[in-house]
Protein backbone atom coordinates (compact mmCIF):
# COMPACT_ATOMS: atom_id res chain seq x y z
CA UNK A 1 0.00 0.00 0.00
CA UNK A 2 1.27 3.15 -1.47
CA UNK A 3 0.96 6.37 1.57
CA UNK A 4 -0.62 9.66 0.64
CA UNK A 5 1.76 12.02 -0.40
CA UNK A 6 1.71 15.59 -1.78
CA UNK A 7 4.74 15.79 -3.54
CA UNK A 8 4.69 17.23 -6.99
CA UNK A 9 6.78 16.91 -10.55
CA UNK A 10 9.34 19.66 -9.67
CA UNK A 11 9.36 18.87 -5.99
CA UNK A 12 12.63 17.92 -4.20
CA UNK A 13 13.31 15.36 -1.99
CA UNK A 14 15.43 14.12 0.13
CA UNK A 15 16.94 10.06 -0.47
CA UNK A 16 18.52 7.44 1.08
CA UNK A 17 19.59 5.31 -2.11
CA UNK A 18 19.04 2.08 -2.80
CA UNK A 19 20.59 -0.80 -5.04
CA UNK A 20 21.05 0.03 -8.86
CA UNK A 21 18.57 -0.96 -11.18
CA UNK A 22 18.31 -1.89 -14.70
CA UNK A 23 18.28 1.57 -16.77
CA UNK A 24 20.93 3.85 -15.43
CA UNK A 25 19.08 4.70 -11.98
CA UNK A 26 19.05 3.32 -8.64
CA UNK A 27 16.25 2.85 -5.96
CA UNK A 28 14.87 4.74 -3.07
CA UNK A 29 12.17 4.79 -1.60
CA UNK A 30 9.75 8.16 -0.37
CA UNK A 31 6.75 7.62 1.92
CA UNK A 32 6.86 3.89 0.85
CA UNK A 33 6.83 4.87 -2.96
CA UNK A 34 9.02 3.39 -4.92
CA UNK A 35 11.69 6.21 -6.57
CA UNK A 36 14.06 5.57 -9.66
CA UNK A 37 16.69 8.29 -9.69
CA UNK A 38 19.70 8.74 -11.82
CA UNK A 39 22.68 10.64 -11.18
CA UNK A 40 23.57 9.03 -7.78
CA UNK A 41 25.10 5.66 -6.63
CA UNK A 42 24.17 3.23 -3.81
CA UNK A 43 24.43 4.42 -0.25
CA UNK A 44 24.35 8.47 -1.24
CA UNK A 45 21.82 10.62 0.73
CA UNK A 46 21.09 12.99 -1.71
CA UNK A 47 18.47 16.01 -2.59
CA UNK A 48 16.71 15.32 -5.61
CA UNK A 49 14.12 16.67 -8.27
CA UNK A 50 10.78 14.46 -8.93
CA UNK A 51 11.05 14.15 -12.85
CA UNK A 52 7.72 11.94 -12.65
CA UNK A 53 5.18 12.07 -9.91
CA UNK A 54 1.72 10.79 -10.50
CA UNK A 55 -0.59 9.90 -7.88
CA UNK A 56 -1.89 6.89 -9.38
CA UNK A 57 1.91 6.17 -10.58
CA UNK A 58 3.70 2.77 -9.49
CA UNK A 59 6.45 4.64 -8.93
CA UNK A 60 8.30 7.75 -9.26
CA UNK A 61 11.52 8.78 -11.25
CA UNK A 62 14.10 11.56 -9.69
CA UNK A 63 17.20 13.08 -10.88
CA UNK A 64 20.03 13.65 -7.79
CA UNK A 65 20.66 17.29 -7.64
CA UNK A 66 22.48 17.87 -4.24
CA UNK A 67 24.68 15.15 -2.89
CA UNK A 68 24.67 15.29 1.29
CA UNK A 69 26.46 11.72 1.49
CA UNK A 70 28.84 10.66 -1.30
CA UNK A 71 29.73 7.44 -2.76
CA UNK A 72 33.67 6.84 -2.51
CA UNK A 73 32.81 6.00 -6.20
CA UNK A 74 31.59 9.47 -7.53
CA UNK A 75 33.85 11.06 -9.39
CA UNK A 76 33.83 14.71 -11.08
CA UNK A 77 31.41 14.07 -13.91
CA UNK A 78 33.19 13.69 -17.27
CA UNK A 79 30.43 15.10 -18.89
CA UNK A 80 28.72 17.56 -16.85
CA UNK A 81 25.84 18.31 -19.50
CA UNK A 82 24.49 14.86 -19.17
CA UNK A 83 23.82 15.58 -15.36
CA UNK A 84 20.63 16.24 -13.89
CA UNK A 85 18.19 18.36 -16.33
CA UNK A 86 20.66 17.65 -18.97
CA UNK A 87 21.42 15.21 -22.26
CA UNK A 88 20.86 11.65 -22.16
CA UNK A 89 23.49 9.46 -23.03
CA UNK A 90 25.77 10.22 -20.26
CA UNK A 91 24.33 9.03 -17.12
CA UNK A 92 26.94 7.45 -15.10
CA UNK A 93 29.96 10.31 -16.10
CA UNK A 94 29.99 11.05 -11.82
CA UNK A 95 30.62 7.35 -11.30
CA UNK A 96 34.28 5.92 -11.74
CA UNK A 97 34.99 3.80 -14.39
CA UNK A 98 35.59 0.35 -12.48
CA UNK A 99 32.53 1.35 -10.51
CA UNK A 100 30.55 1.94 -13.89
CA UNK A 101 31.96 -2.00 -14.54
CA UNK A 102 30.75 -2.97 -11.00
CA UNK A 103 26.80 -1.19 -11.81
CA UNK A 104 26.81 -3.01 -15.34
CA UNK A 105 28.09 -6.30 -14.15
CA UNK A 106 25.25 -6.07 -11.08
CA UNK A 107 22.52 -5.17 -13.43
CA UNK A 108 23.45 -8.40 -15.33
CA UNK A 109 23.50 -10.66 -12.82
CA UNK A 110 20.47 -9.30 -10.98
CA UNK A 111 18.57 -9.80 -14.18
CA UNK A 112 20.07 -13.21 -15.06
CA UNK A 113 18.91 -14.39 -11.28
CA UNK A 114 15.50 -12.92 -11.68
CA UNK A 115 14.52 -13.75 -15.33
CA UNK A 116 16.41 -16.78 -15.93
CA UNK A 117 17.07 -18.16 -12.08
CA UNK A 118 20.76 -18.40 -13.08
CA UNK A 119 22.48 -17.25 -10.38
CA UNK A 120 26.57 -17.31 -11.57
CA UNK A 121 28.93 -14.28 -11.70
CA UNK A 122 29.67 -12.08 -15.22
CA UNK A 123 32.87 -11.09 -16.10
CA UNK A 124 32.95 -7.51 -16.91
CA UNK A 125 35.81 -6.67 -19.56
CA UNK A 126 36.94 -3.05 -20.41
CA UNK A 127 37.39 -2.32 -24.29
CA UNK A 128 40.83 -1.99 -25.27
CA UNK A 129 42.01 1.86 -24.67
CA UNK A 130 39.13 2.72 -22.52
CA UNK A 131 41.31 3.10 -19.22
CA UNK A 132 43.73 5.35 -20.77
CA UNK A 133 41.45 7.23 -22.19
CA UNK A 134 39.58 7.56 -19.19
CA UNK A 135 36.27 6.14 -20.77
CA UNK A 136 35.80 8.92 -23.11
CA UNK A 137 36.59 9.55 -26.99
CA UNK A 138 34.50 6.12 -28.28
CA UNK A 139 31.53 6.87 -30.14
CA UNK A 140 32.65 6.69 -33.74
CA UNK A 141 28.68 7.30 -34.85
CA UNK A 142 27.19 10.55 -33.36
CA UNK A 143 23.65 11.82 -33.88
CA UNK A 144 22.77 15.31 -33.53
CA UNK A 145 20.33 17.41 -33.53
CA UNK A 146 19.74 21.40 -34.07
CA UNK A 147 18.17 24.00 -31.46
CA UNK A 148 15.95 26.80 -32.81
CA UNK A 149 19.24 29.26 -32.95
CA UNK A 150 20.87 26.27 -35.75
CA UNK A 151 22.91 25.60 -32.54
CA UNK A 152 23.90 21.42 -32.43
CA UNK A 153 23.04 19.40 -29.53
CA UNK A 154 21.27 16.46 -28.03
CA UNK A 155 17.76 16.00 -26.42
CA UNK A 156 17.47 16.21 -22.54
CA UNK A 157 16.83 12.54 -20.95
CA UNK A 158 13.04 11.50 -22.02
CA UNK A 159 12.39 14.90 -23.52
CA UNK A 160 12.09 16.51 -26.58
CA UNK A 161 13.68 19.33 -25.66
CA UNK A 162 16.84 20.04 -27.54
CA UNK A 163 20.15 21.29 -25.56
CA UNK A 164 22.98 23.52 -27.28
CA UNK A 165 26.59 21.66 -26.77
CA UNK A 166 30.25 22.80 -27.10
CA UNK A 167 31.60 19.36 -27.31
CA UNK A 168 30.59 15.64 -27.21
CA UNK A 169 33.38 13.61 -24.89
CA UNK A 170 32.22 10.55 -25.63
CA UNK A 171 32.80 11.36 -29.63
CA UNK A 172 36.19 10.27 -30.73
CA UNK A 173 38.82 12.79 -31.87
CA UNK A 174 38.25 12.63 -35.42
CA UNK A 175 34.86 13.41 -34.66
CA UNK A 176 35.52 16.55 -32.62
CA UNK A 177 37.88 17.53 -35.42
CA UNK A 178 35.00 17.98 -37.54
CA UNK A 179 33.81 21.17 -35.71
CA UNK A 180 30.31 20.19 -35.59
CA UNK A 181 29.22 22.43 -32.72
CA UNK A 182 31.04 25.45 -33.94
CA UNK A 183 28.46 26.56 -37.26
CA UNK A 184 24.74 27.23 -36.98
CA UNK A 185 22.76 24.77 -38.95
CA UNK A 186 19.01 24.78 -39.83
CA UNK A 187 16.84 24.55 -36.80
CA UNK A 188 15.37 21.27 -35.96
CA UNK A 189 18.02 19.34 -38.58
CA UNK A 190 19.25 16.05 -37.63
CA UNK A 191 23.43 15.59 -37.77
CA UNK A 192 24.84 12.65 -38.04
CA UNK A 193 28.86 11.79 -38.00
CA UNK A 194 30.63 8.74 -38.96
CA UNK A 195 34.45 8.94 -38.16
CA UNK A 196 35.42 5.12 -39.01
CA UNK A 197 37.91 3.37 -36.27
CA UNK A 198 40.03 2.33 -39.76
CA UNK A 199 40.98 5.80 -40.39
CA UNK A 200 38.38 6.12 -43.56
CA UNK A 201 37.11 9.91 -44.19
CA UNK A 202 34.61 10.77 -41.89
CA UNK A 203 31.06 11.25 -43.63
CA UNK A 204 28.53 13.81 -42.13
CA UNK A 205 24.79 13.72 -43.21
CA UNK A 206 22.45 16.58 -42.27
CA UNK A 207 18.42 14.86 -42.70
CA UNK A 208 20.24 11.84 -44.10
CA UNK A 209 21.78 13.80 -47.23
CA UNK A 210 25.43 13.46 -47.03
CA UNK A 211 26.85 17.44 -46.00
CA UNK A 212 29.92 18.65 -47.62
CA UNK A 213 31.65 20.51 -44.41
CA UNK A 214 34.42 22.50 -46.95
CA UNK A 215 30.91 23.98 -49.09
CA UNK A 216 28.62 24.43 -45.91
CA UNK A 217 25.64 22.51 -47.82
CA UNK A 218 24.40 19.15 -48.77
CA UNK A 219 26.47 17.42 -51.50
CA UNK A 220 23.72 17.42 -54.54
CA UNK A 221 25.49 14.39 -56.31
CA UNK A 222 23.66 11.61 -56.87
CA UNK A 223 27.06 10.11 -56.19
CA UNK A 224 27.96 11.93 -52.80
CA UNK A 225 29.67 9.93 -50.47
CA UNK A 226 26.71 8.24 -48.15
CA UNK A 227 28.94 5.19 -46.69
CA UNK A 228 32.40 4.21 -45.35
CA UNK A 229 34.90 1.58 -45.16
CA UNK A 230 35.10 -0.24 -41.96
CA UNK A 231 37.87 -2.41 -41.26
CA UNK A 232 38.05 -5.40 -38.50
CA UNK A 233 41.17 -7.10 -37.69
CA UNK A 234 40.94 -10.54 -35.70
CA UNK A 235 44.60 -11.49 -35.00
CA UNK A 236 46.71 -11.26 -38.29
CA UNK A 237 43.11 -11.42 -40.37
CA UNK A 238 41.67 -8.30 -41.62
CA UNK A 239 38.46 -8.09 -42.78
CA UNK A 240 37.05 -5.34 -44.78
CA UNK A 241 32.93 -3.66 -44.87
CA UNK A 242 31.35 -1.23 -46.57
CA UNK A 243 28.80 -0.05 -44.54
CA UNK A 244 26.12 2.96 -45.41
CA UNK A 245 26.71 5.72 -43.04
CA UNK A 246 23.14 5.68 -41.54
CA UNK A 247 23.20 2.13 -41.37
CA UNK A 248 24.17 0.07 -38.28
CA UNK A 249 27.38 -0.49 -36.69
CA UNK A 250 28.72 -1.08 -33.36
CA UNK A 251 29.75 2.13 -32.31
CA UNK A 252 32.72 1.96 -30.11
CA UNK A 253 35.96 2.16 -32.20
CA UNK A 254 37.01 -1.25 -31.03
CA UNK A 255 33.19 -3.17 -30.36
CA UNK A 256 33.57 -4.79 -33.88
CA UNK A 257 37.11 -7.15 -33.01
CA UNK A 258 36.23 -7.18 -29.62
CA UNK A 259 32.61 -8.60 -30.49
CA UNK A 260 34.13 -10.93 -33.41
CA UNK A 261 36.85 -12.63 -31.22
CA UNK A 262 33.94 -13.13 -28.24
CA UNK A 263 31.40 -14.84 -31.27
CA UNK A 264 34.37 -17.09 -32.77
CA UNK A 265 35.38 -18.27 -29.11
CA UNK A 266 32.22 -18.95 -28.08
CA UNK A 267 31.52 -21.24 -31.21
CA UNK A 268 34.81 -23.03 -31.22
CA UNK A 269 35.77 -25.02 -33.68
CA UNK A 270 33.10 -25.03 -36.93
CA UNK A 271 35.40 -25.77 -39.70
CA UNK A 272 32.55 -27.17 -41.95
CA UNK A 273 29.87 -26.76 -40.11
CA UNK A 274 26.58 -25.03 -41.24
CA UNK A 275 26.69 -21.76 -39.43
CA UNK A 276 23.07 -19.61 -38.88
CA UNK A 277 24.14 -15.98 -38.36
CA UNK A 278 20.76 -14.10 -37.24
CA UNK A 279 20.19 -10.38 -37.43
CA UNK A 280 23.42 -10.21 -39.49
CA UNK A 281 23.49 -6.55 -40.18
CA UNK A 282 26.31 -5.65 -42.57
CA UNK A 283 27.80 -8.87 -42.15
CA UNK A 284 30.31 -8.15 -39.15
CA UNK A 285 30.05 -11.47 -37.79
CA UNK A 286 29.00 -13.11 -41.54
CA UNK A 287 32.64 -12.34 -42.83
CA UNK A 288 34.86 -13.96 -40.37
CA UNK A 289 32.30 -16.54 -39.69
CA UNK A 290 32.37 -17.68 -43.48
CA UNK A 291 36.59 -17.94 -43.01
CA UNK A 292 35.67 -20.11 -39.99
CA UNK A 293 33.51 -22.52 -41.62
CA UNK A 294 35.87 -23.09 -44.38
CA UNK A 295 34.08 -25.86 -46.89
CA UNK A 296 31.08 -24.88 -44.64
CA UNK A 297 28.23 -22.75 -45.05
CA UNK A 298 27.08 -19.49 -43.41
CA UNK A 299 23.30 -18.75 -43.90
CA UNK A 300 22.60 -14.77 -43.14
CA UNK A 301 19.46 -13.54 -42.33
CA UNK A 302 18.38 -9.69 -42.11
CA UNK A 303 15.52 -7.71 -42.43
CA UNK A 304 16.72 -4.43 -43.00
CA UNK A 305 17.32 -3.84 -46.30
CA UNK A 306 20.10 -1.33 -46.26
CA UNK A 307 21.91 -3.27 -44.47
CA UNK A 308 21.30 -6.46 -46.84
CA UNK A 309 22.60 -4.40 -50.03
CA UNK A 310 25.74 -3.94 -47.76
CA UNK A 311 26.41 -7.43 -46.88
CA UNK A 312 25.67 -8.36 -50.28
CA UNK A 313 28.69 -6.11 -51.17
CA UNK A 314 30.55 -7.37 -48.45
CA UNK A 315 30.21 -11.17 -48.68
CA UNK A 316 30.95 -10.73 -52.80
CA UNK A 317 33.79 -13.18 -52.87
CA UNK A 318 32.11 -15.42 -50.10
CA UNK A 319 30.57 -18.25 -51.76
CA UNK A 320 30.15 -20.37 -49.10
CA UNK A 321 27.57 -17.35 -47.90
CA UNK A 322 24.09 -17.48 -48.48
CA UNK A 323 21.77 -14.14 -47.62
CA UNK A 324 18.01 -14.24 -46.75
CA UNK A 325 16.51 -10.79 -46.72
CA UNK A 326 13.56 -10.65 -44.35
CA UNK A 327 12.35 -10.44 -40.67
CA UNK A 328 14.21 -12.83 -39.03
CA UNK A 329 11.22 -14.82 -37.62
CA UNK A 330 9.09 -15.44 -40.70
CA UNK A 331 12.31 -16.46 -42.00
CA UNK A 332 12.95 -19.12 -39.85
CA UNK A 333 9.14 -20.27 -39.39
CA UNK A 334 9.30 -20.38 -43.86
CA UNK A 335 11.75 -22.69 -44.16
CA UNK A 336 10.26 -25.13 -41.97
CA UNK A 337 7.09 -25.07 -43.85
CA UNK A 338 6.07 -28.73 -45.31
CA UNK A 339 6.62 -27.52 -48.70
CA UNK A 340 10.50 -26.31 -48.41
CA UNK A 341 13.64 -27.70 -47.31
CA UNK A 342 14.23 -27.45 -43.35
CA UNK A 343 17.11 -25.50 -43.10
CA UNK A 344 19.90 -27.16 -40.89
CA UNK A 345 22.30 -25.68 -38.15
CA UNK A 346 25.27 -26.83 -36.38
CA UNK A 347 25.10 -24.01 -34.71
CA UNK A 348 23.41 -20.28 -34.42
CA UNK A 349 24.96 -16.65 -33.94
CA UNK A 350 22.32 -13.95 -33.14
CA UNK A 351 22.38 -10.42 -32.45
CA UNK A 352 19.03 -9.36 -31.87
CA UNK A 353 17.52 -5.51 -31.06
CA UNK A 354 17.33 -4.19 -27.73
CA UNK A 355 14.46 -6.05 -27.51
CA UNK A 356 15.43 -9.64 -27.85
CA UNK A 357 14.60 -12.62 -30.22
CA UNK A 358 11.72 -13.72 -28.22
CA UNK A 359 10.18 -16.74 -28.11
CA UNK A 360 9.17 -17.00 -32.16
CA UNK A 361 12.82 -16.91 -33.29
CA UNK A 362 13.82 -18.71 -29.69
CA UNK A 363 11.59 -21.74 -30.86
CA UNK A 364 12.16 -21.78 -34.36
CA UNK A 365 16.09 -21.72 -33.29
CA UNK A 366 15.93 -24.56 -30.84
CA UNK A 367 13.67 -26.51 -33.91
CA UNK A 368 16.76 -26.55 -35.79
CA UNK A 369 18.62 -28.35 -32.49
CA UNK A 370 21.98 -26.42 -33.42
CA UNK A 371 24.73 -27.86 -30.92
CA UNK A 372 25.79 -24.62 -30.30
CA UNK A 373 24.21 -20.66 -29.46
CA UNK A 374 26.25 -17.66 -29.34
CA UNK A 375 24.07 -15.04 -28.38
CA UNK A 376 25.12 -11.23 -28.94
CA UNK A 377 22.90 -9.24 -26.16
CA UNK A 378 22.57 -5.07 -25.61
CA UNK A 379 19.68 -5.52 -22.90
CA UNK A 380 20.58 -7.43 -19.89
CA UNK A 381 16.53 -7.96 -19.33
CA UNK A 382 15.63 -9.22 -23.18
CA UNK A 383 19.05 -11.46 -22.81
CA UNK A 384 17.49 -13.16 -19.37
CA UNK A 385 14.25 -13.79 -20.46
CA UNK A 386 15.92 -15.36 -23.64
CA UNK A 387 18.21 -17.39 -21.82
CA UNK A 388 15.72 -18.87 -19.72
CA UNK A 389 13.21 -19.68 -23.08
CA UNK A 390 16.07 -21.49 -24.38
CA UNK A 391 16.29 -23.30 -20.73
CA UNK A 392 12.91 -24.50 -20.96
CA UNK A 393 13.72 -26.02 -24.89
CA UNK A 394 16.71 -28.13 -23.45
CA UNK A 395 19.92 -25.69 -24.16
CA UNK A 396 22.28 -24.38 -21.07
CA UNK A 397 24.47 -21.52 -20.27
CA UNK A 398 27.58 -22.47 -20.79
CA UNK A 399 29.55 -18.99 -20.49
CA UNK A 400 28.20 -15.48 -20.20
CA UNK A 401 30.75 -12.70 -20.73
CA UNK A 402 30.36 -9.02 -20.58
CA UNK A 403 31.86 -6.28 -22.36
CA UNK A 404 31.61 -2.34 -21.03
CA UNK A 405 31.47 -0.91 -24.78
CA UNK A 406 29.21 2.31 -23.78
CA UNK A 407 31.34 3.79 -20.84
CA UNK A 408 29.34 6.70 -19.42
CA UNK A 409 26.27 5.22 -20.07
CA UNK A 410 24.30 2.04 -18.61
CA UNK A 411 24.39 0.38 -21.55
CA UNK A 412 26.30 -3.06 -21.66
CA UNK A 413 26.87 -5.38 -24.22
CA UNK A 414 27.40 -9.30 -23.49
CA UNK A 415 27.76 -12.25 -25.24
CA UNK A 416 25.94 -15.81 -23.78
CA UNK A 417 26.99 -18.91 -25.17
CA UNK A 418 24.34 -22.45 -24.48
CA UNK A 419 24.66 -25.52 -25.83
CA UNK A 420 22.16 -28.26 -26.36
Given at each position: ??T ?20 G??VA?H?G??V ?8 E ?8 A????K ?11 A ?6 S ?15 A ?8 A ?7 E?L ?5 D ?5 MH??PGD?E ?16 E???G?R ?45 T ?6 G??F ?12 A ?10 G ?17 RQ??G????A ?16 Y ?5 FT ?20 A?R???R???D ?17 T ?29 I????P?R ?6 D ?11 G ?6 V ?22
Amino acid sequence: MVTETTEAVGAVVELEVGPVAHGGHCVARHQGRVVFVRHTLPGERVRARLTDAGETAKFWRADAVEVLDASADRVASAWPQAGAGGVGGGELAHVALPAQRAWKQAVLEEQLRRLARDERSVPMHAAPGDDERGGLHWRTRIDLVADAEGRAGMRGHRSHEVHALTAMPLATERIEALGLFDRRWTAGARIEAVAPAGGDTPVVLLDGAPFDLSRGRVDPRPNARAAVREEVRRGDVGYAYRVAAAGFWQVHRQAPGVLVDAVLTGLGDVTGATVLDLYAGAGLFTLPLADAVADGEVVSVEGDARAVRDARRNVHDRPNVELHAGDVARVLVGTQDADSDVVHADAVVLDPPRTGAGRRVVDAITALRPERVVYVACDPAALARDVALFGGAGYGLVDLQGYDLFPMTHHVEAVAVLSR
